[in-house]
């Protein structure tokens, strides 16, 4: 049995328990109250199953290994079948009764034992035979028996639907299997359902070899990390991606695990905490086996995920023979396969190796790292966990080790490294310094929790000034990511007053990380500073903690996003000046030609030009992703949500949405997490489908006060959510909320880029001269060379709420700019506008060519509530409106749609493979799979896909 089975309501602790309001797979099961985390498809399957939805016999067996929630599924099962009337009955398997007869079955049917009488003589003298009711004069045919468990249950299921639910089925008796196995095979035209659970990958003997099965995988990183904030208490920082990691999406493991970590402090090394309750789960099946067994199982625990088997055993002094680890396969603890040991269970390795006494514990640390002589990186953890005291040499190996896994690009291993090495370094000085190395390593893995742990400790060593600017960068962005702008400035503040650091490079990354926070929160008082920060601040030294900025590129790119943050009038200029120079190459190198390629994105995003936006950011964040440095992407990724939303990369949007959204609750990044939601449901009511308003919790969980961004993102969405129902008066108290009632806008950049969603509802609504004024506001504020996105919105707000005499000036003006197409949504909005105009001064034959391609561009997004509007518009302008046909490239994955477009640009294969970091091979098989998606038959063909190349 993998856990009890308990019915599930606000604080369950059962591995899959939800308490959280969403799940991380879109199916959603339509009866049980009863949710479970990361669950929800495979709850659906067995609420259709239950409720004869699916075609078929109405069985299903559940496999997974133990803790991966089967028994958590199946309570689920029983309360929505509880709740819908039908009959439950329940068995559990027990090794203790394997081999006694009809053991389960006795289980299972106890409580239909009454119905017995009802059953023909024979059949029902078999049951109480076999359940031992009355004695056994003979030896009795086996069909008998079957047959009258079969007449039972049809003649029960009669009078209200049953559900038999068989838990742990790899421990029933054989004959109980084989008389299961008869009855299902016979079920189909009753109202019975059979629900059984067994524990691995492979369905028990006895059982229908074409028995539907469902298995459990791990769960995905999202819902993990929901259930581990389930739990009272769940750690943060390090101790929390620790627990993640060793619990490998095991429900069960994570649950336990939450648990050994509030029992006491985590290990220096950097293991978990024991608990009694690990160990007692385990150490009966651990103690059974044979004592070298259990001494290499110790080796194998001690080691990571690395050390090959043959390390294992040379470390353990075993020679070669593979015979003593077949008891621990045998008992499934273990597999060897492919010269490598892995634990079938993730809390095997744990009770192993907490169970050890520490001496033992330390012995093995010793003699793995003599084993590792030709590894130093490996070598030194092991030097590491046998340390009893500090040791500069042990912490110089960990600082190198480091270094080689932050240039493979493991920042996450480098942040332990540091922070081990730093635990071991014997001076203060050498220890602020690996602390504040561990925080930037931390910071690019993206954990900021972690990193404040981090900053308490350096500020605690060191008053070095540069020391403390590195630990302030990590610091404020991470307290910005948690939602606590105005903490994370002052943190920053501190760094910069009174003397700030010396190091130019390590400024800059202070006013880069200002410029986030001002964007975040929205303060004016956080981008005042950002400009006489950085003016006259030159290169300078390539000595610096920062290999990112170490190129002049890199270093202006930085440097240009930093200004830009602070006024965003500026961007235009400021990406002028870093813009690639013809002729020099595009192929980022290095993580310092990533950083300038990520910070183009940024300036781009400020500048307005959507469609370099997207592709810097595309390019970046994919080469950011091979680095394992999204953490230092964190703060763009809800502006490259915004960019895909505006230039009608909806299913891209959607996709790159999912993704953020799983690192967002993996790391607990708060206000992303609701930027996400909020975009999320903008999109939605964009399609036209269902869009609630944010959950109470969405406009809670941070102070939107400070964090205008996120309150500026779940406005829009409120609005446009509103407005898509056609509730205009709703929609226009929410657009309103974006500006004060002098016009200021709530976020100097947000606000303003909804100005026509608040003129569209103030024209419904009849505020024209309400909205008026806050378009002349904006106008106002955008000084004398507005970006032409924000000219062709002004232009468009003007006519829906200005003079009706320059109405069709501005309409003419915000729909004849060929740039605007790069927005699409707008560009077809203005047009349907325009022509709604131009019906009402009776000009019929002039709105018709402006809906007929509003409607082309609304189908073509999907946007259905739109293209309904525009089609009844055509309609009434005398014109049958043809469907338009959907963009095939919205069916594409994000990657398949790089791939096609640089296709279609003509580069061949290998060039497309080195730009993705990819494989010449998975470029091809990708394009092999879209060419029938896409309607083509050929290369050259992919070219006419697209209107921009």
Not at 40 to 68: F, K, N, Q, Y
Not at 320 to 348: C, K, N, Q, Y
Request: aromatic share 4%.
């Amino acid at each position: 049995m993998d856990e009890p089975m308990v019915a599930a309501g606000p604080g369950s602790s059962w591995p899959g328990a939800r308490i959280d309001g969403g799940s991380e797979e879109r199916g959603t099961p339509p009866g049980p109250t009863t949710t479970l985390t990361g669950r929800g498809t495979e709850l659906a399957h067995i609420v259709d199953a239950i409720d004869g939805r699916r075609s078929g016999p109405r069985t299903m067996l559940l496999l997974g290994e133990a803790g991966t929630g089967k028994t958590a599924l199946l309570a689920a099962a029983a309360d929505h079948a509880r709740g819908i009337g039908s009959l439950v009955l329940t068995a559990r398997g027990c090794e203790a009764e394997v081999e006694q007869s009809f053991a389960a079955l006795h289980q299972l049917l106890l409580p239909l034992l009454p119905e017995t009488d009802d059953l023909p003589e024979h059949q029902r003298e078999a049951l109480k035979a076999a359940f031992g009711i009355v004695a056994a004069t003979r030896q009795h045919d086996p069909m008998p028996l079957r047959v009258g468990v079969l007449n039972l249950l049809a003649r029960v299921s009669r009078s209200r639907p049953v559900l038999l639910i068989a838990d742990d089925v790899q421990h029933f008796d054989r004959d109980t299997r084989d008389v299961l196995g008869f009855v299902m095979r016979r079920l189909a035209t009753h109202a019975v359902t059979v629900l059984l659970a067994a524990r691995g990958q492979t369905p028990p003997d006895g059982l229908n070899p074409d028995l539907p099965v469902l298995s459990l995988a791990p769960l995905g990183r999202r819902a993990a990390a929901h259930l581990l904030d389930a739990q009272p208490e769940p750690p943060t920082g390090r101790a929390r991606i620790d627990l993640l990691e060793q619990a490998a999406g095991n429900p069960l493991a994570i649950i336990e695990l939450s648990r050994a970590v509030r029992a006491g402090q985590a290990a220096p090394g950097g293991g978990l905490p024991q608990t009694l309750r690990i160990q007692e789960m385990f150490a009966a099946q651990l103690r059974a086996l044979p004592a070298e067994t259990q001494r290499l199982i110790l080796y194998a625990a001690a080691s990571s995920d690395h050390e090959d088997l043959e390390t294992v055993m040379a470390a353990a002094g075993a020679g070669s023979d593979l015979g003593v680890w077949a008891p621990a396969e045998d008992a499934g603890l273990m597999t060897i396969a492919g010269g490598r040991v892995a634990f079938r269970h993730p809390l095997v390795r744990t009770a192993s190796y907490d169970g050890a006494p520490a001496h033992l514990r330390r012995q093995v640390h010793t003699d793995l790292a003599a084993a590792l002589d030709a590894d130093p990186a490996r070598r030194a953890w092991h030097l590491a966990a046998a340390c009893l005291r500090q040791d500069e040499s042990v912490a110089a190996a960990l600082e190198d080790t480091a270094e080689l896994a932050e240039r493979r690009g493991g920042f996450f291993a480098a942040a332990r490294a540091l922070e081990r090495a730093a635990e071991c370094s014997p001076g203060a000085a050498d220890r602020a310094r690996r602390y504040a190395k561990a925080l930037r390593a931390a910071q690019n893995a993206g954990d900021p929790s972690w990193v404040r742990e981090l900053y308490d400790k350096v500020t605690a060593l060191t008053e070095d000034r540069d020391l403390l600017g590195v630990a302030a960068c990590g610091a404020g962005i991470a307290l910005s990511l948690s939602g606590h702008q105005r903490q994370g400035f002052q943190v920053l503040l501190s760094a910069l007053e009174p003397d700030p650091p010396k190091d130019g490079m390590t400024v800059l990354a202070l006013a880069a990380v200002l410029q986030a926070v001002a964007f975040q929160s929205g303060l004016p008082e956080v981008r005042r500073p950002i400009a006489a920060l950085l003016d006259g601040l030159e290169a300078g030294s390539r000595e610096t903690p920062y290999s990112e900025l170490t190129t002049s590129d890199a270093f202006e790119a930085v440097r240009a996003v930093a200004l830009a943050g602070a006024d965003p009038v500026n961007a235009p200029e400021l990406l002028r000046r870093i813009r690639r120079r013809p002729g020099t190459p595009e192929l980022p190198t290095g993580i310092a030609d990533v950083t300038r390629l990520h910070a183009a994105g940024a300036v781009a995003w400020y500048a307005d030009e959507s469609e370099l936006c997207v592709e810097s950011f595309r390019q970046a964040f994919a080469l950011l992703t091979a680095y394992g440095s999204m953490g230092n992407a964190a703060p763009t990724l809800a502006a490259m949500g915004s960019a895909l939303i505006d230039t009608g990369r909806w299913a891209e949007a959607e996709e790159h949405l999912e993704e953020t959204a799983t690192l967002a609750a993996v790391q607990k990044l708060r206000h992303l997490e609701i930027d996400v939601e909020a975009l999320r449901m903008t999109l939605r009511a964009l399609r036209g489908q269902p869009a609630e308003m944010p959950a109470d919790p969405a406009w809670t969980a941070v102070g939107l006060e400070e964090n205008r961004a996120t309150h500026a993102r779940l406005l829009r969405a409120a609005g446009t959510s509103a407005a898509a129902a056609g509730d205009f008066d709703g929609a226009f108290r929410h657009f309103r909320l974006l500006f004060g009632e002098d016009g200021v806008p709530l976020h100097y950049f947000l606000s303003n880029r909804s100005v026509v969603d608040l003129a569209a509802a103030a024209q419904r609504t009849g505020r024209q001269e309400e909205g008026a004024r806050v378009v002349a506001a904006v106008r106002a504020a955008l000084g004398e060379r507005p970006t032409t996105r924000m000219t062709l919105l002004v232009h468009h707000a003007a006519a829906l709420t200005g003079e009706p005499k320059d109405a069709e000036h501005h309409f003419r003006l915000a729909t004849v700019n060929p740039a605007g197409e790069q927005w699409p949504l707008a560009r077809a909005q203005a047009r349907l506008h325009y022509a709604q105009w131009l019906r009402r001064k009776r000009r019929p034959l002039d709105a018709r060519p402006l809906l007929a391609t509003a409607l082309e561009s609304f189908t073509r997004l999907g946007a259905r509530g739109l293209a309904d509007e525009a089609r009844v518009e055509l309609r009434a302008s005398g014109v049958a409106a043809a469907p338009a046909q959907a963009d095939p490239l919205a069916e594409l994955t994000a990657q398949q749609r790089q791939i096609v477009r640089l296709a279609a640009r003509g580069l061949r294969n290998r060039e497309i493979a080195e730009q993705l970091m990819l494989s010449p091979r998975t470029v091809g098989s990708h394009l092999y799979n879209v060419y029938p998606k896409l309607g083509v038959s050929s290369r050259h063909q992919l070219r006419d896909l697209f209107d921009d190349l």
